[in-house]
Each structure stands twice: as structure tokens, then as C-alpha cells.
């Protein structure tokens, strides 16, 4: 049977609800006021950084219980959360910026919440995936969002290659710490010819949209000092050659590659990672290969 959410379920009687609430990604007056209202009428707010969140909630006059709610006890809080719904309070989850889940934690949340009954609202708002993608100048009736790259350049580089012949538009997050390494492994691993666009710190006194290659993007990232510095979203182009006809790596092929770099364990994990196969299939893989 279908988890469905019934206005009229018993479940929902003596249960409070979870709203899901997006907050600004720059300018405070990008909140809509549905969100302000939810924020000051629900018991609990669960947040992800209590000193970032708490300039957002000051600003509104918002004095409400906070829950630190966080990559690192997602798991531990999740339970708290829902025992809290049961009980008969209404919570809400924010991120630091933007709509919540988007690259931030809450999926277990969420997943769970279903799972009890729990009622669970979305408010809408701010994304800076979406909101980029409409400035952007690229195709926007088919995309896929991918969030951060890995850190390490194997790992990076090991999943462009997976998306090289996607043909949806692109969309990425990156921070100014990785910023000129993600370009250099982008124009490697899906071609230097690509249309891309970068949107930096959108809705914030420095935004920037910026078209071009990769090679103009990072040379105007260069240009000036301070350049680098934001948030960053990356959108580049679609491939034009089909995944039919495409020439990405067969499994022995991408764990012969990672295993250059990285032990057969961390090969397995991020090979599955990357092709959505089982772990232990790729360890064996990593067996044979090593026995040649």
C-alpha cells in the first residue's frame, strides 16, 4: 500500500506536523511571508547551524526553541523530531539558506516522518539550483542536479566522466575553496567546448551570472582578486553524444582506474557510489584485477 498523506487519517489527529521551510539564499526579503507565519506559529525549529539560522529568526522577531539538526546526529535528532510530532507539536526544519534537503540534511527526517504518520508540509521558497537555472541562458526542460563534486580529484574526476555524455543540463554546487580545481576536472572530463554558466552568490550584493567557456570562466575568475570567494552554482550544457553511443568506462575499466589512486576498499565504495551496483561486486572485481 502507498504511504499516502490523508487530511482525514487517524494518524493524524493527535500527531503535530513537519513543515519543511525554505529560507532566503541572500536578501531576507526573498522569505515569503507563508514561511515567517509557519516559523512563528510552530513549537520547535529544527536548524542546521543555530548561530547562522538565529540572525534569519531575529530579523522576523522569531523566539522559538531550536533543535541543532545537522549531517553529523541526523540520525540520533530524527527520532527527537518525530517523538516531538507524536506528542502533539507542529516543527519546522530550515537549512542555513535556501529550501532544506537541497544538499542539506533532512532526508531521514523526512523518510521517517512518513514512515509514522507524521504529516509533512513543504513550504516553498528560495533554491539557488533553480533560481540559477532560470538566469542561466541553457536548457531548462531537462536537468539533473548533482550537488557537490567529491573533494578528491580521483573521486571528481571519476564522476565527470560518469556524466560526460549526459545529455540534460548540468547543475553543481561548489564552494571557493574547490572552485578553479572543479572547472579545470569539468573542462577535462566533459570537453572544453561546453556553454557554462556560473552563478555566483545569487540574491547577494555581489551576484554575478557569468556565460562562457570554461576557459573564459576561469580566466574571469582570475581576473580579480576576490573572485573566487562565494557560493557558487555551475550549470554547463548538455552532451550532444548520446549514452548509447557513448564511451564510458565498463566496470573493470573504472576500477582499474580508481585503484591507481585509492585502496581496493575505497575503490569498491566510491565505484558503487558512482554506478549505483553493488559494493561487494566491485571488490571482487578489485580481487581478480589484482591477482593479474
Known amino acids: 500500500m502507498p504511504n499516502r498523506q490523508d487530511k482525514s487519517s487517524e494518524n493524524h489527529q493527535h ?106 508540509i513543504p513550504i516553498p521558497g528560495a533554491c539557488a539550483a533553480i533560481s540559477a537555472l532560470s538566469a542561466s541562458g541553457l536548457a531548462s526542460d531537462r536537468f539533473t542536479f548533482e550537488g557537490f563534486l567529491p573533494a578528491k580529484k580521483t573521486a571528481r574526476e571519476a564522476k565527470l566522466s560518469q556524466l560526460s555524455t549526459e545529455s540534460r543540463t548540468l547543475i553543481f554546487y561548489e564552494s571557493t575553496h574547490r572552485i578553479l580545481d572543479s572547472l579545470e576536472s569539468m573542462k577535462l572530463c566533459l570537453g572544453a567546448s561546453r556553454n557554462v554558466t556560473l552563478a555566483k552568490e545569487i540574491s547577494k550584493s555581489f ?25 557558487f552554482v555551475i550549470l554547463i550544457e548538455g552532451s550532444e553524444i548520446s549514452s548509447s553511443s557513448s564511451s564510458l568506462p565498463d566496470d573493470e575499466q573504472l576500477m582499474l582506474r580508481l585503484l591507481e589512486d585509492i585502496s581496493l576498499k575505497k575503490a569498491a565504495h566510491l565505484a558503487a557510489d558512482l554506478t549505483g551496483k553493488g559494493k561487494n561486486h566491485f571488490y571482487q572485481l578489485g580481487l581478480t584485477l589484482n591477482t593479474h
Open 15 to 120: 500527531s503535530g506536523a513537519l513543515f519543511i521551510v525554505a529560507t532566503p539564499i541572500g536578501n531576507l526579503g526573498d522569505i515569503s511571508q507563508r514561511a515567517i507565519d509557519t516559523l512563528k506559529t510552530c513549537d520547535y525549529i529544527a536548524v542546521e547551524d543555530s548561530r547562522h539560522s538565529q540572525h534569519l529568526l531575529n530579523h522576523f522577531s522569531i523566539k522559538k526553541p531550536l533543535i541543532a539538526y545537522h549531517d553529523h546526529n541526523e540520525r540520533q535528532k530524527a527520532n527527537e523530531v518525530i517523538g516531538l510530532c507524536q506528542q502533539g507539536s507542529n516543527l519546522a526544519l530550515i537549512s542555513d539558506a535556501g529550501t532544506p534537503l537541497i544538499s542539506d540534511p533532512g532526508y531521514q527526517l523526512v523518510k521517517l516522518a512518513h514512515q509514522n504518520g507524521i504529516k509533512v
Open 207 to 231: 551576484e554575478s551570472i557569468i556565460l562562457g567557456t570554461f576557459a573564459e570562466i576561469i580566466a574571469w575568475l582570475n581576473a580579480e582578486q576576490g573572485r573566487t570567494k562565494g557560493e
